[in-house]
Structure formats: C-alpha cells, structure tokens
C-alpha cells in the first residue's frame, strides 16, 4: 500500500522521441522492459513499486552529463539507481521519468594510500571497495546493514555500525564529481583535509539524496586496518540498563568501534536466520579496535561497566572467523526481523537523539510499543544515540499503516523534543517529509526548496523527494 496520507504528483511524459535519442547513444543499455522497470521501481520501504518509464545504464560521468541533457530538454525526470538498497522510498519515480542506473559505474579511480583516500565511481560496493583495499593495510569502515553503493551512501549521507568511532559520511567524503540538472560537470572539494575556499558544496551533495545533481566519482578517505581486534557481547536484564551501559562508556571516552543494541525479539530472529544460540534477552555487540594492549584495556573497562549496569554472559570473540559471523547476522537483522511474521514489510523508524537522553528515548519508546499490537523488535547503533524499530505491518491492512505511522510518529517527536532528529542515517526520501518540516521548520524548508530551484529549477531530479516544490496533481 501507499502511504495513507502522502499525495503523490501526476506522472510527466515520457515522449518517444527521447528513447530514441537514448537508444542512440546508449544502443541496448536503455530499456523499457516490464521486469527491469519493477526492479527498479522498488525499494525496502513500505511503498508500493512506482515504475519509471525506462532505465538506462551509464558508464562514465560525460555519459551521465549527456542523458542529463537529453532528459531536461524533454523536461524529463531523472531518479539515480546504486543499489536498490533504500528504506524510505528514495529511488521511487513517483513523476515517472528515466532511473539512471550506475551501478556498472564501478571501478576504482585511484588509491592515494599515503594520503589515505580513494577515489571511486559511485556503483561501487562498500564490500567490494575494501577487498580492493586489503592488500594496502587500509580500509573504509562505513557500513550500512545493506551492502549499498558509494554513491548512494554519499547521497543519503549513511553511517552505520562504526559511526561511533569513525563518524559518518558527512565526516568521510573529502570530494565529489557531481553532474547538475542541465548536464553540467562540476567537482567540490580536494584531496586535502581541510579547506576554507568558498562554500562547502561537497557537504551541500552529501545527503541531498539525488535531487541537487547526480555523483559520479567520490573521493573519502582511508583508514589504517587495525592492528588488533575484538568483539564481544553481553545480555542486560532489561532495555534500560544495556543503554545506560553504553552511556557510560561514550560519557568515559572508551574508544570504542562499536556498540549495538538488540532487543529480545530481534536476538530471536537473528538467532533463527543467522543459525545461532544468543541468550534470547535484551544484547550489546562491542567491538574494539587498537593495539593488542588497548583493546585488552578497553575490554576490561565495558566488562567492568556492563557488570556495575547488570550485563552478565561477557562473551570474547577473538577469531575473525567468530567476529565476521557475529557481525554478519547483526547485519543480516532488518531481514531476519521481517521473517517474524512472513509476508510483513518493515516501517522503520530512524531516529537519533544526543547521548545523554538515549535511555529516556529508548525507554518511553518500549512503552509505546508495549500498548501495541504490531509485532515491533528494536535494533540501534546505540553507541552515537542512533537507534530504529522495524514496525512489522501486514500489507494488505491499512489499519496496520495507520497503527505503525501512529508509532513512528509519537517515537520522531519524542525525540526531536530531546534535541534529536527524525532521520539519524536512513535519509527523509517520501517517508519523512513532513517529520522534517517538524523538526527544521517552514522557514529553513524555504531556504532547501531556493536551493534546490536555484540548481534544478525544472524539478528534474528525483522529484517528489526531502520536500515538496508544488501541490501533488
């Protein structure tokens, strides 16, 4: 189903003309193929599928720059692919339009390893560009759940497991190749770590979730693999005191790489998808990154803490074969949670609050879900105050939208009035828009939607999405 209270706008034209236009330049990597126009029609959201009208596959940025060109003479949409992998309806074609797939945009431009950065087309995996890594002794510790692209972790400004110790890609992306709404090239930013020359367009593409311009090469910086490292995990009695726990360690500078959180219900679903034996109870994940004496000292200090906060089952997991399996089924949690009820899609919740007030979000939070009847398991990146519920919903209910947009919406307010926001990491895409207006204002809404008219004035980059220019048709 489509989100109950969210007009969409009337789908533009699609004119023959510039398929043929496409063809030509393209020959067979454009198509209007029922079945490659669903798969890219579709997402891990709770929307239904909104089909382009065709999909075309770019292989370098004057590629891009030129159906860029075509598509705004036809004053056609444009909707950037990477992976597939968004949760909030970002690569939906709700105007209909072109999905311009860059995916096969996937190599490497170059390792400055001394400089520690890579430059990369964006089609790229996060997976694959650390296996190019590891012969360098360097890596990129971003890592959303889903193994998505460079370029679409830089336009949804992702963060992930390791965003406690290494920050996000906000922090991460040093420059872009970025292809604007009438196909001209332009590059932000340097390899150098800091700059003061004009503004920051770099951090204006970062998160603008491909309505501003089109990325095609990003250049983030490189961090040294870790000399040693261990993972651990440990059962609490109860939500509140696992959180307290990860208050205490941030609040004492524990360098951390990361901490997780999972409750109860989603141990149980990790446990029967990932093949595992977790004590079914409320869990942290830690993991430690350093030398061989400062991951042991750092080690010692949780364990002491997650004692002192009722942690028992201290559990080490030295062997990278162990840490991998243990990370690997946190990461696989958003589809093990769906197989707790089979046939359910997820409305996830993203919200982010300052450290100090996590276990009061958390905790009023578990109330609310206690007084519902959707079945609601909670997973979070606890340790940078970061944490989601996959509010499992039956499609074919509309009450069940009603109920899980009734929680989302009590649990987005309760922590923009605790000085949060409404999205730590998944982007607003369709699903957040009007959290965003709640938590920004009408008045800073302004000043985006100038922004974006100023650099896209025909509204052909994934319309329909962060905000809304005009009344839905």
């Known amino acids: 189903m489509n989100h109950p209270h969210l007009p969409f706008a009337a789908k533009r034209p699609f004119p023959d003309a510039l398929l043929t236009e496409l063809q030509a330049l393209l020959g067979e990597r454009v198509s209007t193929k029922e079945a490659l126009r669903e798969h890219h029609g579709r997402d891990e959201s709770p929307f239904d599928p909104m089909l382009p009208d065709a999909v075309a596959f770019a292989h370098s940025t004057e590629e891009v720059s030129q159906i860029v060109k075509l598509c705004a003479k036809h004053n056609v949409p444009i909707i950037p692919y990477g992976a597939g992998s968004s949760l909030e309806g970002h690569l939906l074609a709700v105007e209909g339009g072109l999905s311009l797939d860059l995916s096969e945009m996937n190599q490497i431009v170059s390792i400055n390893a001394e400089d520690l950065t890579v430059t990369t087309q964006p089609g790229i995996s996060r997976k694959a560009l650390n296996e190019a890594l590891r012969d360098t002794g360097l890596f990129f510790p971003i890592d959303p759940g889903a193994d998505a692209s460079i370029g679409g972790m830089c336009a949804t400004r992702a963060s992930g497991t390791n965003a406690v110790r290494y920050g996000t890609m906000r922090e991460n992306v040093l420059a872009l190749t970025v292809v604007l709404a009438d196909g001209r090239i332009i590059h932000t930013g340097t390899r150098a770590r800091k700059s003061s020359a004009g503004y920051d367009l770099t951090r204006l593409f970062v998160g603008s979730e491909g309505t501003l311009g089109i990325i095609t090469e990003a250049t983030v910086r490189l961090y040294p693999q870790p000399e040693a490292v261990s993972a651990a995990i440990c059962s609490f009695p109860s939500m509140t005191d696992a959180v307290n726990c990860t208050i205490q360690t941030i609040q004492l500078g524990v360098p951390v790489a990361r901490v997780e959180f999972v409750d109860a219900l989603a141990v149980r679903a990790i446990n029967k998808h990932s093949k595992l034996d ?42 990278t074969e162990d840490r991998n399996r243990l990370w690997s089924a946190r990461h696989s949690a958003y589809f093990a949670m769906l197989q707790l009820q089979p046939g359910s899609r997820a409305v996830t919740t993203d919200v982010c609050v300052p450290i100090s007030r996590l276990a009061e979000c958390v905790g009023e939070t578990e109330e609310d879900l206690k007084g519902s009847y959707l079945t609601c398991p909670i997973v979070g990146h606890v340790g940078d105050g970061n944490f989601h519920v996959a509010i499992l919903i039956d499609p074919d209910k509309p009450a069940d939208m009603e109920e899980a947009e009734r929680l989302n919406q009590r649990i987005v307010e309760r922590a923009i009035r605790m000085g949060g926001t409404c999205t730590g990491e998944h982007g607003v895409g369709l699903h957040k828009m009007g959290f965003l207006v709640t938590e920004h204002g009408e008045d800073a809404i302004d000043v985006m939607r100038a922004i974006k008219t100023s650099l896209d004035p025909h509204n052909l980059l994934n319309p329909g999405k962060i905000f809304r220019l005009r009344a839905a048709g």
């Open 278 to 319: 977790l004590p079914e109870t409320q869990t942290l994940f830690f993991e430690f990154h350093g030398s061989e004496a400062g991951v042991q000292e750092q080690a010692q200090t949780v364990e002491e803490l997650a004692k002192d906060n009722g942690g028992t089952g201290f559990e080490w997991a030295t062997r």
